[in-house]
């Protein structure tokens, strides 16, 4: 059985991830559509080695008859074409924030909570967490499941892709320009990223927390568990492609470094590579166009009764974005959730 898909905002970064992650996976699709803004139409994007689709209108294309969308076009744009799509009867699967704290719409990371995918029937939409949150719950799900959290605290390290093209635009830019002493001036971030840390993702809250930094307590409470406290410090490095984080976790009981290390490499979209010795670990860099979520630096944390501190690193636009929305559309099919209308 095949199914007809259609992918909104084709021409970014992140869809140009989904139909090159759609073609990597041998997604079952009949047919394939590239969407995006009028200004876009009309453009060609790549589908696989051998094929080129050309950009269609988001505005006036019909979805009736389409079975799955995946969107990443902007939260603003989800907003009007999201429910749209869902009504014609295509599930739509968004990668934007505007339905991740939706209650009536399931937030969705295949290995932690496929059981609430059932939920999207409501409104037919289905919402993609924070990049970040992905691949922390990921690594924080079989860990849970063997000894319960009872806290979280994270230092993200968040590539500038993370802010689109634009913001590896302005990266590239302003290291260029820093070599032969001209200043930088920063569009898309708030300082200059150039060989720079820049301890601000999105806008600040009332709380002085980041929009970014509620979004992974909030999401994690969503996805994982309602009784686990999160507190993040989000923080945009001068790193192309791949997020890192650093995580300290206490549980409720007792956790052995060697056995947490066990249950780590067993579980789905996981990858641990955390040998005690120089360059025995992954960095950014090494996880870019890889599935995994890479787990590294595992050890004991002393400053707490039950404590476990890692590394953790993952290739934000792949299973940060365009990979876990393609899974979910695999969620879909292999639940057999996915309604009947017009497949081949």
């Known amino acids: 059985m095949s199914y007809r898909v259609a992918v909104v905002g084709a021409t970014g970064a992140v869809g140009r991830e989904i139909l090159k992650t759609l073609a990597q996976r041998n997604f079952p699709a009949s047919e394939v559509a590239a969407l995006a803004s009028g200004r876009s139409a009309g453009q060609q994007v790549s589908f696989g080695d051998d094929k080129v689709l050309t950009v269609q209108n988001l505005e006036t294309f019909d979805f009736t008859g389409w079975d799955i969308g995946l969107f990443s076009p902007g939260a603003s744009v989800s907003a009007v074409h999201a429910p749209r799509a869902g009504k014609a009867g295509c599930v739509v699967i968004d990668n934007t924030s505007q ?25 037919n939409i289905i919402a993609n967490p924070n990049c970040s949150t992905i691949q922390m719950v990921v690594a924080l799900k079989p860990l849970h499941d063997a000894y319960k959290i009872k806290r979280v605290v994270v230092s993200t390290y968040q590539s500038v892709s993370g802010a689109g093209k634009e913001g590896m635009d302005e990266l590239y830019q302003n290291t260029k320009v820093s070599f032969v002493n001209q200043e930088a001036k920063p569009e898309v971030f708030q300082k200059d990223i150039a060989f720079n840390c820049i301890p601000q993702i999105d806008v600040f809250m009332d709380d002085g927390a980041t929009k970014e930094e509620w979004k992974m307590t909030v999401e994690t409470k969503k996805i994982l568990d309602p009784n686990v406290p999160v507190i993040a410090t989000c923080v945009r490095v001068p790193v192309f492609i791949g997020h890192s984080e650093a995580v300290y976790v206490e549980f409720e009981k007792p ?39 890479f787990v590294s630096r595992l050890r004991r944390d002393p400053t707490v009764e039950h404590g476990l501190a890692f590394w953790c690193v993952s290739d934000n636009l792949r299973k940060g974005a365009a990979l876990n929305a393609v899974q979910i559309a695999e969620a879909l099919i292999a639940h057999k959730l996915l309604p009947a209308q017009n497949r081949g």
């Open 99 to 123: 339905f991740r704290m939706d209650p009536e719409i399931p937030l969705i990371v295949p290995e932690v909570n496929p059981q609430d995918l059932p939920k999207f029937a409501k409104r």
């Open 255 to 293: 956790v052995n470094v060697a056995e947490a290390r066990a249950l780590l490499a067993k579980a789905p979209g996981i990858e641990v590579e955390d040998r005690h010795v120089p360059g025995g670990y992954i960095t950014p860099i090494e996880c870019k166009g890889e599935d995994a979520v």
